[in-house]
């Protein structure tokens, strides 16, 4: 798939992107909390505040209202290290759970850019009701390489193009029944993969993804 460069020309004021190194991802192999979030907050945090920064105002453009960044915090954990981080975009100053977003963040395998609708969501059903009677059109726009997952927790998820449309209405039925459900459609980036080197283009690469998955977000309302 071709990407289309749409990244804008650096002001004096807007530092470029660094990208993503291997040493962000073997944050995620050092054992123990405290030590696995020292890293964590040093080294990966400070570029998701900035990724949350500088593709805010895109998107706040594209869905035509205001989208604010939440960098995860880890707050609620004590024991179990985090296994991924992330920003989430939503239409809500004080969180984005509740809500539909869109998400980058890093597993220790790759980097993730997608839409979200989790389990704390109130608007699952409306989704998933929206989405089951626009399969023909989600085929249609949804690249058959984009991946969908029923769980944030699992790095692991499954190609459009392997999921197919029953799998796809069997993932949006579970979406309406089952508290626990969620569904997350989006793009996987290997940790190797030399984009994740270039800050730059892989702007421009979550750019293209989110206006990919704007018609999920936009089935949501």
Request: charged share 25%; glycine share 6%.
């Amino acid at each position: 798939m071709t990407t289309t460069n749409t990244q804008q020309p650096q002001s004096a004021s807007t530092q470029a992107f660094p990208g993503f190194t291997q040493d962000d991802f073997d944050v995620f192999a050092v054992p123990g909390l405290e030590p696995r979030m020292t890293l964590l907050i040093d080294r990966i945090r400070p570029k998701l505040h900035e990724l949350g920064e500088r593709l805010s105002p895109m998107l706040s453009e594209l869905c035509e209202e205001p989208i604010f960044p939440h960098v995860a915090k880890h707050a609620r954990r004590t024991i179990n290290p985090p296994v991924d981080t992330w920003v989430a975009f939503a239409p809500n100053k004080r969180g984005y759970k509740a809500h539909p977003h869109f998400q980058i963040g890093l597993f220790g395998s790759h980097v993730f850019v997608q839409f979200a609708i989790i389990y704390e969501s109130t608007n699952k059903s409306v989704f998933a009701e929206h989405a089951l009677q626009q399969l023909d059109e989600i085929a249609k726009h949804i690249p058959s390489h984009y991946i969908w997952s029923g769980d944030h927790m699992v790095p692991e998820g499954d190609l459009q193009s392997k999921l197919g449309e029953e799998g796809l209405r069997k993932l949006l039925e579970r979406l309406k029944t089952v508290k626990a459900s969620e569904a997350l459609c989006g793009i996987h980036i290997d940790r190797n993969d030399p984009l994740l080197q270039d800050g730059e283009a892989f702007i421009a690469k979550a750019e293209e993804t989110f206006r990919t998955v704007l018609p999920l977000y936009k089935m949501a309302f």
